[in-house]
């Protein structure tokens, strides 16, 4: 039978208030005075209102590459439309459960912090999914789970995809920041070395050090982190970092420089990291030229004026 979908993706969607900020010091001190002197307004902060969450990005990333992409995720009548409006003319389908859309607000200085309201992210267990949802993740490539640090069952999620999917269905999970639950997060790695519920992780350098700390593996390198990750869970491990990319299968590992920027946004990259990675693999890439195909998919979006992924085409002609 022929594949429908390149890569299936689920669950979260947000609704994301950028607010740039410049200097966060700077905000956070400005809001202390005015609520030292009784409230009241901090005026000329710049913002913008954009559709988000893990998944959501991923999956308008995956399409924008000109993936065949499923969406399995969750809205508000509210909201539906900012998430619909996305992803018109892409190779895509949206599957939209009744549950509130999530809220966050970011604010964006030379770091991000986010605010998050998990609406209906944060209770997407595999009684999500109807049976015809289960006839297209087997008929997809890839499945991805993302973002499993807002959904209190998202280890539960990943297992019933294993489960049911079966033991050759590559699973990919990038699991957001995890670090405010980190027994969870040592649990949920439990039953991937266990049970190998998944066969590709991908994380920032800042979460791989809390999951490495969590499989009790000593300081490291980033390079050694990577191969000590993958080589103890039986996974692709994928560290995507300031400084250098990497993977690893837990045998070798593979590392591309990134190029120092000027970013005019930072949330989300990492979701287009990630597509840019996964399409590299759905193509055939050797490691090496995945790492740098994805590393130009990100800098090309941090780089946007418009915060949109690349298309295909885009990143192409950027690595000419």
Not at 225 to 248: E, N, P, Q, W
Not at 264 to 292: F, N, P, Q
Not at 295 to 309: C, G, Q, V, W
Request: charged content about 25%.
């Amino acid at each position: 039978m022929a594949r429908k979908f390149d890569v299936a993706v689920m669950h979260d969607f947000f609704v994301d208030r950028l607010v740039h900020a410049g200097s966060l010091a700077g905000l956070t001190r400005d809001i202390s005075n005015k609520a030292s002197s009784g409230g009241g307004g901090v005026h000329g902060v710049v913002q913008e209102e954009i559709r988000g969450g893990n998944a959501v990005n991923l999956a308008h990333a995956l399409a924008r590459l000109g993936l065949r992409t499923l969406l399995i995720t969750h809205s508000d009548d509210l909201h539906e439309p900012l998430l619909r409006n996305a992803f018109k003319g892409l190779r895509s389908e949206l599957r939209i459960k009744p549950t509130p859309a999530g809220l966050t607000v970011a604010f964006e200085g030379k770091v991000n912090v986010m605010l998050g309201d998990g609406g209906g992210a944060s209770d997407f267990g595999p009684s999500r999914l109807d049976e015809s949802d289960w006839d297209a993740l087997e008929a997809s490539r890839v499945v991805c789970s993302v973002n499993w640090a807002a959904n209190r069952r998202g280890t539960a999620l990943v297992s019933a995809l294993r489960e049911r999917l079966g033991s050759e269905k590559p699973i990919f999970v990038d699991p957001a920041d995890f670090r405010d639950n980190i027994a969870g997060f040592r649990e949920f790695l439990g039953t991937v070395a266990r049970r190998h519920t998944v066969d590709w992780l991908s994380m920032n350098e800042q979460e791989s050090v809390a999951a490495a700390g969590a499989l009790g593996l000593d300081a490291l390198t980033p390079a050694a982190m990577c191969k000590g990750i993958a080589r103890k869970l039986g996974v692709v491990f994928d560290l995507h970092g300031f400084k250098k990319s990497y993977t690893s299968e837990g045998t070798r590992v593979t590392g591309v420089s990134v190029q120092r920027i000027e970013p005019k946004r930072l949330t989300g990259a990492g979701d287009v990291w990630d597509a840019g990675a996964i399409y590299g693999r759905l193509s055939g890439m050797d490691e090496s030229s995945r790492l740098k195909f994805a590393n130009r998919a990100a800098k090309l979006y941090l780089e946007s004026e418009e915060a949109l992924p690349p298309t295909l085409d885009q990143v192409r002609k950027s690595g000419a």
